[in-house]
């Protein structure tokens, strides 16, 4: 049974936060709100909760396409190659935002991305997000939790949610409806920044 927990965006409750990181401390699975979709993560750090979340999702870990949310953009180079100055100027206009960008990923990435060309990075524009990075001290695992309908695609009520992924995560946080819209998906890897998915995010930055 997984707990739901209230936490409001405006003003993060410290001690609610303080449950979620203990969640992923032990190796647990959270369902969590983003400025666009709601996610599924897990700590970066812990290969027993990637592995879980890799066959909720039905793909090899290190063939997986899980984005990395952090912070901000501080410990980027711990993941990712160095990158130009007009690479780091796209992610400084665009984050925080409602983008994944590609990135070429560097050898200290976490062992199961090891041979990982590419890594996605996020920096959601949503405090509760940012706030559970921020005290957890390193990025989480995140993939959207998408729905089978053809229609609605993803799940924005946290009642809806945890009937469904009950049995599945150990925490769901209820930070209000979420949205129906992904991120948008940008490849910053090559020379030309290269739109991949076009979702809430404005391509006209680019």
């Not at 969590?32 to 890799?54: M, Q, R, S």
């Not at 290190?62 to 993941?79: A, M």
């Not at 995560?169 to 940008?186: A, F």
């Amino acid at each position: 049974m997984a707990q739901l927990i209230r936490i409001y965006e405006d003003n993060p409750n410290p001690r609610e936060i303080k449950k979620v990181i203990d969640v992923l401390q032990s190796g647990g699975l959270i369902i969590y709100p983003t400025d666009t979709v709601y996610g599924l993560g897990c700590d970066i750090t812990n290969i027993k909760a990637l592995e879980k979340i890799a066959r909720i999702k039905g793909v090899k870990l290190e063939k997986s396409n899980f984005s990395f949310i952090c912070r901000d953009l501080s410990n980027l180079s711990d993941y990712v190659k160095q990158i130009d100055t007009a690479t780091f100027k796209i992610l400084k206009r665009a984050l925080p935002g409602p983008y994944t960008f590609i990135l070429p990923g560097s050898k200290s990435l976490p062992h199961p991305f090891k041979k990982k060309k590419t890594v996605g990075i996020r920096v959601p524009d949503n405090n509760i997000a940012l706030e559970i990075v921020n005290q957890l001290g390193n990025p989480i695992i995140s993939t959207s939790i998408r729905d089978e309908d053809e229609i609605i695609e993803y799940t924005t009520d946290p009642e809806l949610i945890i009937e469904k992924w009950d049995n599945l995560v150990d925490l769901v946080i209820d930070g209000g409806y979420g949205d129906n819209e992904p991120s948008t998906v940008v490849d910053l890897s090559q020379d030309e920044p290269l739109i991949i998915r076009e979702g809430k995010g404005s391509t006209e930055i680019f």
